[in-house]
């Protein structure tokens, strides 16, 4: 058992593994020293080994639902280009009346489909509208070079979520709020700081991009390091200039080795199994979740929890795997947010376990927290 911090709410698993095994898992990780978004510097070894997707503790990634209906939309950002969104209404909906409503973004190198679409179905299913979107440059959003990386369109795609939603008829923009999962949590962070227009914000295994491509998980990245990756980048501008390929590094590996990381064995049991797995019409299934390398460095310069206190008065829910090998950025955004701010860490739960495993996300806690502060 973790000690209780001050303030902090916990979701507790009856099936949570022992203190003991509980703080080796997480020694085990935080000695890998690398997360999927700096994996860019590690090589992929070619000889790949068998392992078997995790389906246990309720992973459904592709969960349906009779109870709701899927429409498929597109709308302009600020900058006249095109997000495309899966709208997710309750199929109670009076359209007579108007409801509160929920953008919900996607893992970093992710599209919709994976762990948004659960998300947003899930909160359909409770009388919310709800729409899952797909950042720029990813799934059937527009951008190209397709994987770039552009924090500020990623946040301005919340926001023209909002424009979109505010606008619809059985839509009260008074009570629009968001969720973001893995990177998208920062990306959200960063958005509300600038749009008040998001009445309550919740993170769910939220990784801070800017942080750990400066610094590498639990700070592991040396500033050499930093500066090395930094040089790579700006000497392959001058390739891609002059006409070179757009080369795409770091997300999941495409095979598991006797050598590969904790962490990305992670990642691979979702993305490149049966259980996450998807690649959108068109785009080769090699260069999912893998960022372009010139364009990485953009989260150099992003910092998502730089004024993060303003964001109060309105609400904010930080969840967290308490084995989660990102854990560390909740625990910060929870410790510089003003509030009114809520930490619930869900017991035996790694990063990618609170993607899809629906016994383990807590949905009546992001329910009891949306329908207090969207409340008409």
């Not at 997710?88 to 948004?116: C, F, N, W």
């Not at 968001?178 to 008040?196: N, Q």
């Not at 000497?235 to 962490?263: C, H, N």
């Not at 619930?344 to 383990?360: F, K, N, Q, T």
Request: net charge neutral.
């Amino acid at each position: 058992m973790i000690a209780k911090e001050p303030s902090v709410n916990r979701f507790e698993n009856p099936q949570a593994p022992s203190s003991d095994a509980a703080i080796d898992r997480r020694d085990l990780l935080r000695g890998a020293g690398a997360g999927a978004a700096m994996l860019g510097a590690i090589s992929i070894l070619p000889t790949s080994i068998a392992k078997a997707q995790d389906m246990t503790n309720g992973a459904d990634n592709f969960y349906k639902s009779d109870r709701v209906t899927v429409q498929k939309v597109a709308f302009k950002t600020q900058y006249q280009t095109t997000v495309a969104g899966n709208l997710i209404l309750p199929k109670t909906l009076d359209a007579r009346a108007r409801y509160p409503a929920l953008i919900v973004g996607h893992p970093m190198g992710a599209v919709k489909e994976q762990s948004a679409m659960l998300y947003a179905t899930k909160m359909a299913e409770q009388g919310f509208v709800a729409m899952a979107i797909d950042l720029p440059f990813w799934g059937e959003s527009e951008g190209e070079p397709r994987n770039a990386v552009a924090p500020d369109l990623y946040a301005e795609a919340f926001s023209a979520a909002v424009d979109y939603l505010g606008t619809r008829p059985f839509v009260d923009r008074e009570r629009i709020g968001a969720i973001g999962v893995c990177g998208s949590g920062s990306f959200v962070i960063s958005a509300a700081k600038i749009d008040p227009r998001m009445k309550a914000i919740a993170t769910v295994s939220m990784y801070d991009m800017g942080a750990v491509n400066r610094d590498g998980l639990n700070h592991t990245l040396s500033v050499e390091q930093r500066k090395a990756i930094i040089a790579v980048a700006a000497r392959k501008r001058w390739a891609e200039f002059e006409g070179g390929p757009v080369e795409v590094s770091g997300g999941t590996v495409l095979d598991l080795t006797a050598d590969t990381d904790p962490i990305q064995r992670e990642f691979f049991d979702f993305y490149r199994t049966p259980r996450g797995e998807f690649t959108p019409a068109g785009a080769p299934r090699e260069r999912t979740t893998k960022p372009t390398v010139t364009s990485n460095v953009k989260f150099m310069n992003f910092y998502p929890f730089n004024d993060i206190e303003t964001i109060s008065p309105r609400p904010l829910l930080f969840i967290s795997g308490d084995q989660a090998h990102s854990k560390e950025f909740s625990a910060e955004a929870y410790r510089r947010a003003a509030e009114p701010k809520e930490l619930i860490w869900v017991r035996g739960a790694g990063h990618v376990d609170l993607y899809d495993r629906v016994d383990l996300i807590p949905f009546e806690t992001l329910t009891r927290f949306f329908k207090q502060h969207l409340a008409a």
